[in-house]
């Protein structure tokens, strides 16, 4: 392809040999002498006020070395969001209220988790029990009696609770409706999942005698953690060195400063030891962050021939006791809804409100598989009510290339339409589904219903947050072989195989021949965090200028030696010849020392630094929308195949396809992964992953209990790359996003599947055999079958 | 600034939450000795086989005896048949052994195939058969530790409350999950259990209590030794079905053990016995059912009827997030798949 030798090509996993030999390190393994154990003390009441905490017992305990309470973090706040508009609003440790089951009230260090067991229970807090409001619907009631925080001071309406609103609008949406031949509501509701990383919320600290502070968190981007562990520990950033170690998953779980990264830390500075906190499973489950269900009210209307004219939405979201991510996803929301398809006159409003819950995190698509699931359902009703046919409906308001959204941003080469037609295509999907006799979808004779379905999504990638952009270093060794610094954190997504891929495009060089150093705030450069689905684009570009700078010094210096204008030469095996005389050489070996001789000891080292939109200054609003958001757009459309079994209830998913633009695959196989697991994925959310709450309480807090897919649920998964960006080399490798924007459509094609195998239409997730069989009976008595 | 590496060393224990409390661990190694250890050390004491369920009751605090008498150093006796022909296993036989067993896969196709199902083959090589039919039984509540949520003991932790039935008057209503004991209820198994008062033989059918706290009929000084499935079972037409959410690795929403005994012709059914586990205290009977198939001959549109009936005949308890009316609906398409398997393998031998 493109004469390439690395990019492009499906080369073996950087990080492959370390973890298939147990060799590779992660936060659970550190273990530094004399570390202490570090336990939290939680609350066991989903609202209640702290009337009195008494440590003394716990802290005369033999083997216990500290304890610390919301005495000693009063004032400090964090939040997911800290801006002026949404200012942090959660405490390290309570000392007032606590808002939900499992919040942090004290932290101890002890010598051991049999002292520290013991600690934990001798601390002793008196509460009052505050009425509390779980429903996210009887939070907002006005009535609503329970007032977690106060309501936002900027949003003035007859509400409770409200954490945050997004809302925006364009054209005219009382004309639009008018113009339209059918206006069609639809509400959708989601549930509460959650991301089942394996490796669990972990920290340890190490405070030294010099001052200094060392780290080791399982996080996604570790100048984000301590920027906030700066601020809130008060201490200077460079002072707080966070070290490399492999992350076992995170999904978007293990984003903002935690309570436990904090105490460990302040336990270490107060007792001079290494201390390391380790979630169970249990805590994990029951008090940290969850995804976030979402409500969304869906008002289109459309002309017979199927353009949308007009479009307003609600969304509602269950934040939880604190605002975390909560008014992001109703940002979100808004975006994962106006990328996809034309609407000339839209009106979005989108809240988000505080309950007695656990406070809610990103979960890999962030917001985007629920806003898919309700709108490519409504597309589905809509295009049945109108017998338009749901390909061509999808097509007649698809993004077209080049055209520009409503926020300003360019969909550039958008390939949706290429995707429509390509899965529609690959899966004779038009046939498929009309050729199907209505009228046999529940007569009884074979219980198994086959059906097949489609939803579109898109994702944006790379975009602004904490710190904004990625720098990287490539500095030359010796023997010519380099070393790469890049804050990039591998979480399993193939971060440090990509960007070696790039290094080794560059340079020529093999993977062998690079040495990755990465995700230690000490000693490599800031990253932009595995976060937005920007890495590949942000890091990689960065990673890419710096390898080019290396290649820029290289020439030069070779073009000196071997008396050449660099125009002529070539680069390969670590060596740079003149094209038209192979003879005339020069190894990197060489190039090293002369350069050292003649550069005045320039050991050929270059940085390289990327961010998106270079012109705008900010991400955009959260209660506006305005501003831009990214250049980089990925689309995507999925096919699902599946058998519903209608006495049972149960369905499976046969086959997912999955026609996807990501721009140009760096490394395909690490391509088809991200595509099989948002699939799988995705196949938990719809069918068996479910966080079971009753009043702030978690019940099902295990994984025996919370299910996850088994190897033998994982469908078969195929995926298309519809390419629509040209690459070049020397060009910016347009890479656009591949990491969460697949999670959604397959989970509306599941719905619209069920649908077509059944007559059955899904408004809520999980399509649980429960709800399914549920839905069929009612079916069934709809149409005097029963 | 130097890196520190070298310091980071492999784990400590120190370093893993280690939440077992502290406890006395004997290793008898004859039958005789666990009892009079049993005996000796009351109430405080818990036998352990392969500890899949004990470990983890004990490690969320469910459990907490203070001696585990462990029968690792007993040998457990090949499945065998007996001189009046009935197939004897030995109550410490692992669930892999049972899959795996010609004899048993012979013998009793529908205990194989139970075994088979319960849990993953991690659990199933350790998991025994004595520890499965004595398991605990389970509920959302209790199946944690407590830790900070659900503070308050419930009954079944010797507190004062129910969490899902806070109707008062002391029942626990936790559900028995075992998938062996349904499939032995309708082999008509007997267990052989050891006590200090000597040996008896219980029907396994009189084994469970139906009380949540109290599921099984086993005194303090008592094992298991070996389970005994009678001669006239390995004639019967057996079915075992689990129903679970995601296939495997879980316990089941509900599990069907059909036995139907048909005369010569294949046809005629004398003798049914339908049990239905996993939806309450102990595992629950289809009498009515089982009265209706009973000296009649089998076929399709009766099944569907019969089936309908068994669902009304068995009460659910609601468990693990699944209500009442979706259980029986398990219940009803299970007896009725099982039924028809069975006069599907018939419909085949005769023609
Ligand atoms: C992840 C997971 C999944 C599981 N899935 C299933 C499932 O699908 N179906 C299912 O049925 N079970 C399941 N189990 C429960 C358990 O693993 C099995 O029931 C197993 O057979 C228990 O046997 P054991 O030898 O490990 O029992 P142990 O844990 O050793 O003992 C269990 C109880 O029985 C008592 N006991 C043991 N042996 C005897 C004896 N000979 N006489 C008298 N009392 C005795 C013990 O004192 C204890 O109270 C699962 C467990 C886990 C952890
Ligand atoms: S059903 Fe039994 S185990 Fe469950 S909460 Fe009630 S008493 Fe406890």
Redesign the pocket.
Do not use: W, Y
């Given at each position: 392809m493109n004469g390439l030798k690395l990019v492009g090509k499906s080369v073996l996993r950087k990080d492959g040999p370390d973890k298939t030999t147990g060799k590779a390190r992660y936060t659970v393994d550190v273990d530094l002498p004399g570390m202490l154990v570090c336990g939290i003390k939680r609350s066991p009441h989903p609202h209640a006020r702290i009337l009195r905490i008494d440590t003394s017992k716990a802290q005369k305990l033999p083997g216990v070395k500290a304890v610390i309470t919301g005495i000693d973090t009063k004032g400090i706040k964090h939040g997911f969001v800290e801006t002026p508009r949404y200012l942090p609003d959660q405490s390290i440790l309570a000392y007032d209220v606590v808002k939900h089951v499992g919040e942090e009230i004290a932290a101890v260090a002890a010598i051991n988790h049999e002292v520290l067991a013991q600690a934990l229970k001798m601390i002793d807090i008196e509460y009052e029990i505050l009425p509390a409001v779980f429903d996210v619907e009887d939070a907002m009631n006005p009535d609503c009696q329970v007032h977690i925080h106060p309501n936002h001071p900027r949003v003035k309406e007859n509400y409770c609770n409200i954490a945050g609103k997004t809302q925006t609008q364009w054209g005219d949406i009382d004309a639009g409706f008018k113009e339209a031949d059918l206006i069609h509501s639809d509400r959708f509701e989601s549930h509460l999942r959650t991301h089942g990383y394996m490796e669990p919320q972990t920290a340890v600290a190490d405070y030294r005698g010099d001052g200094t502070l060392h780290m080791w968190i399982s996080s996604m981007g570790h100048f984000n953690k301590r920027k906030k562990l700066a601020r809130t520990l008060k201490m200077p950033d460079a002072s707080i060195r966070i070290h490399k170690a492999y992350v076992g998953g995170a999904f978007g779980g293990k984003i903002d400063l935690f309570s436990h990264e904090y105490c460990v830390a302040a336990l270490s500075i107060k007792t001079g030891r290494p201390v390391k906190y380790v979630a169970s499973r249990e805590e994990i489950f029951i008090a940290y962050r969850h995804g976030q269900p979402l409500i969304s009210e869906i008002k289109t209307g459309v002309k017979k021939d199927g353009t949308i004219v007009a479009q307003q939405l609600r969304m509602i979201n269950n934040a939880g006791a604190y605002k975390g991510s909560g008014v992001v996803i109703i940002f979100l929301a808004w975006g994962f809804t106006m990328i996809p398809y034309r609407v000339e006159n839209f009106k979005y409003e989108g809240y988000s409100i505080f309950t007695n819950n656990p406070t809610r995190a990103p979960l890999r698509g962030h917001g985007a598989p629920q806003v898919r699931f309700a709108i490519e359902s409504h597309m589905d009703i809509i295009a049945e009510k109108l017998q338009l046919d749901p390909i061509e409906f999808r097509l007649k308001n698809a993004r077209v290339p080049h055209e520009e959204l409503p926020n300003k941003d360019n969909v550039h080469n958008c390939g949706l339409i290429e995707c429509i037609k390509e899965a529609a295509f690959k899966t004779d999907y038009t046939n498929r589904r009309n050729l199907r006799p209505k009228t046999d979808r529940l007569d009884d004779s074979n219980p198994i219903k086959q059906g097949i379905g489609l939803g579109v999504s898109a994702y944006f990638g790379g975009s602004l947050i904490y710190p904004n952009g990625s720098s990287a270093i490539v500095k030359m060794t010796d023997e010519g072989s380099v070393d790469l610094l890049t804050g990039a954190i591998e979480l399993g997504q193939g971060s440090e195989t990509v960007l070696c891929q790039i290094v080794g495009e560059e340079l020529q060089l093999e993977m062998d021949d690079i040495r990755i150093i990465s995700s230690d705030t000490a000693t490599t450069p800031p990253d932009i965090g595995a976060w937005i689905s920007g890495m590949t684009y942000v890091t990689g570009n960065a990673v890419r200028e710096a390898a080019a700078g290396v290649r820029k010094k290289i020439l030069q210096v070779a073009a000196e030696q071997l008396n050449e204008k660099t125009e002529n030469l070539k680069l390969a095996n670590k060596s740079v010849w003149v094209a038209d005389n192979p003879e005339k050489r020069v190894t990197y070996q060489d190039i090293f020392q002369a350069s050292i001789t003649r550069q005045k000891g320039d050991t050929i080292i270059a940085d390289g630094h990327w961010r998106t939109m270079r012109d705008e200054p900010f991400h955009p609003s959260l209660a506006s929308t305005k501003g831009r958001w990214t250049e980089n757009y990925a689309f995507s459309v999925q096919v699902a195949e599946i058998a519903v079994d209608t006495e049972t209830g149960e369905i499976k998913l046969l086959k997912a396809t999955t026609v996807h633009d990501c721009g140009f695959p760096i490394n395909p196989q690490l391509v088809q992964g991200q595509i099989d697991g948002q699939v799988s994925l995705a196949l938990g959310h719809a069918f068996m992953e479910d966080v079971m709450m009753k009043k702030g309480y978690t019940l099902n807090p295990s994984w025996?209990d919370y299910r996850m897919p088994l190897i033998h649920n994982v469908a078969d998964s195929k995926g298309v790359d519809v390419i629509t960006e040209n690459y070049q080399t020397g060009h910016s490798f347009r890479t656009k996003e591949v990491g969460e924007g697949l999670v959604s459509a397959i989970l509306a094609a599941i719905a619209n599947a069920i649908y077509d195998a059944t007559g059955l239409r899904l408004y809520s997730t999980p399509f649980s055999p429960e709800k399914v069989l549920k839905g069929l009976k009612q079916l069934k008595k709809n149409r005097g079958l029963l | 600034m130097i890196c520190w590496p070298e310091r980071i060393s492999g784990g400590s224990l120190d370093s893993k939450k280690m939440k077992l409390s502290q406890f006395d661990h004997k290793t008898p190694t004859s039958r005789k000795e666990v009892v009079d250890l049993l005996t000796n050390l009351g109430q405080d004491s818990?036998?352990?086989?392969?500890?899949?369920?004990?470990?983890?009751?004990m490690k969320n605090g469910t459990?907490m005896p203070k001696t585990l008498v462990s029968?690792k150093h007993l040998t457990a006796e090949k499945e065998h048949l007996t001189k009046d022909g009935s197939l004897k296993l030995d109550?410490?036989s692992?669930?892999s052994q049972i899959t795996e067993s010609p004899l048993i896969k012979e013998k009793a196709p529908s205990l194989a195939q139970a075994a088979f199902?319960?849990?993953?083959q991690q659990?199933r090589n350790?998991?025994?058969?004595?520890?499965?039919?004595?398991?605990?039984s389970r509920c959302l509540y209790l199946n944690q530790s407590h830790d900070f949520q659900f503070v308050e003991a419930c009954y079944k932790r010797a507190g004062d409350c129910c969490y899902p039935f806070p109707d008062g008057g002391k029942i626990c209503r936790a559900v028995f999950?075992?998938?062996?004991a349904p499939v032995l209820i309708t082999l008509g198994a007997h267990l052989v259990v050891l006590g200090s008062h000597g040996e008896r033989q219980v029907d396994i059918a009189d084994f469970y209590t139906g009380d949540g706290l109290k599921p099984v009929n086993?005194g303090p000084t008592?094992?298991?030794?070996s389970v005994l499935i009678p001669l006239e079972s390995q004639k019967m037409q057996c079915r075992f079905f689990?129903a679970t959410p995601r296939g495997g690795?879980?316990?089941?929403m509900v599990s069907i053990a059909v036995a139907l005994t048909l005369d010569k012709n294949k046809k005629k059914c004398s003798k049914a016995v339908i049990a239905v586990g996993s939806i309450n205290t102990k595992p629950l009977r289809a009498l009515e059912a089982e009265k209706h198939l009973t000296g009649s001959l089998l076929n399709r549109s009766d099944i569907v009827e019969i089936s309908k009936n068994a669902a009304n005949e068995i009460k659910p308890l609601p468990h693990h997030g699944y209500s009442r009316g979706y259980l029986k609906q398990l219940v009803e398409v299970y007896i009725k798949r099982s039924l028809i398997d069975i006069i599907k393998t018939v419909d085949n031998k005769n023609g």
């Open positions: 025996l | 818990a036998i352990l086989a392969g500890g899949t369920d004990l470990i983890p009751n459990l029968l109550a410490l692992t669930l199902h319960v849990g993953g659990i350790r998991a025994t058969l004595g520890g499965n039919l004595c398991q605990e999950m075992s998938d062996m086993l008592e094992l298991i030794t689990k690795l879980e316990f089941a």
